[in-house]
């Protein structure tokens, strides 16, 4: 077993697809699982998944795309079905990798959906200049500068929400928003480029905005992306009716 993956760590089990029948469109269900051993060939023992209260027995040579969360962050391969136990009470899968372990790097294209309040401003040429040549620039805003929003999704890369405003393809932005991770509360302030507003399909009196995070602080992009993944897996394993 890889020394990066430990006892105890989560994983993410999606079945791989090799009938050239299969339906193209079939939502493949991503099992959730834990691991609890390793066997003396190697091969990652781990819990068999549950979904609704149920066991799900997988079986003995399907392949699964897999990913540990593991302290070294997302790792990702394929994997082998090896073999079904029982230890106890537990029912356990052996797993053999089929490929090694890669280090998830897109992470910011994971899309957690969501209905949070945001705020964002047009930034006008002049502020945008100062900022595009990475000038300080010395602003007071007033507060009815701030158009509301409600976000529908959030990535490490950024947003898609709705406004009443119908705003140009191509501004900058200002967007700040707030969220929790473990225990702790954020205040985000980022520049965006407005990738895209349009008419919401639902509501005439919407509109739907795509931006992308400009210059974003690492630091706070990659704690968004773990709360992304915290919220993402606790939905998992809530589902699964896994603890």
């Given at each position: 077993?890889?020394?990066?993956?430990t006892i105890?760590?989560?994983?993410?089990?999606?079945k791989?697809?090799?009938?050239?029948?299969a339906?193209?469109d079939?939502?493949v269900?991503?099992?959730?699982s834990?691991?609890l051993?390793?066997?003396?060939?190697?091969?990652?023992l781990?819990?068999m998944?549950?979904?609704?209260g149920?066991?799900?027995?997988l079986?003995v040579?399907d392949e699964?795309d897999t990913?540990?969360?593991?302290?070294?962050?997302?790792?990702n391969?394929?994997t082998v079905v090896t073999g079904r136990?029982?230890?106890?009470?537990?029912?356990?899968l052996?797993?053999s990798?089929?490929n090694?372990l890669?280090?998830?790097?897109?992470?910011e294209?994971?899309r957690?959906?969501?209905?949070?309040?945001l705020?964002?401003?047009?930034?006008d040429e002049?502020?945008?200049?100062?900022?595009?040549q990475?000038k300080?620039?010395?602003?007071?805003l007033d507060?009815?500068v701030?158009?509301?929003g409600?976000?529908?999704d959030l990535s490490?890369?950024g947003?898609?929400?709705?406004?009443a405003f119908d705003?140009?393809?191509d501004s900058?932005l200002?967007?700040t928003?707030?969220?929790?991770?473990?225990?702790?509360?954020?205040?985000?302030?980022s520049?965006a480029?407005l990738?895209?507003?349009?008419?919401?399909?639902?509501?005439a009196?919407?509109y739907?905005?795509?931006?992308?995070f400009?210059?974003?602080d690492?630091?706070?992009r990659?704690t968004?992306?773990k709360?992304?993944f915290?919220i993402q897996?606790?939905?998992?394993?809530?589902?699964?009716?896994?603890?």
């Amino acid at each position: 077993m890889d020394k990066r993956i430990t006892i105890g760590d989560k994983l993410d089990l999606k079945k791989i697809e090799k009938r050239l029948s299969a339906d193209p469109d079939r939502i493949v269900p991503t099992y959730v699982s834990q691991v609890l051993d390793e066997a003396e060939s190697g091969d990652v023992l781990v819990a068999m998944p549950v979904s609704e209260g149920r066991v799900i027995p997988l079986n003995v040579g399907d392949e699964y795309d897999t990913t540990f969360y593991t302290k070294s962050g997302l790792l990702n391969c394929h994997t082998v079905v090896t073999g079904r136990y029982k230890k106890g009470c537990l029912y356990l899968l052996g797993l053999s990798m089929l490929n090694d372990l890669k280090k998830i790097q897109r992470r910011e294209y994971f899309r957690l959906n969501c209905r949070n309040p945001l705020k964002y401003r047009v930034i006008d040429e002049e502020e945008r200049s100062q900022i595009e040549q990475g000038k300080p620039y010395d602003i007071q805003l007033d507060e009815d500068v701030w158009k509301n929003g409600i976000m529908l999704d959030l990535s490490g890369g950024g947003i898609r929400f709705v406004s009443a405003f119908d705003d140009n393809k191509d501004s900058m932005l200002q967007v700040t928003f707030e969220f929790t991770y473990e225990g702790n509360p954020f205040i985000v302030y980022s520049y965006a480029q407005l990738l895209r507003c349009e008419p919401n399909e639902n509501k005439a009196a919407l509109y739907d905005h795509r931006i992308k995070f400009y210059r974003m602080d690492r630091n706070m992009r990659e704690t968004i992306i773990k709360y992304i993944f915290d919220i993402q897996r606790q939905m998992r394993v809530k589902e699964s009716g896994m603890k």
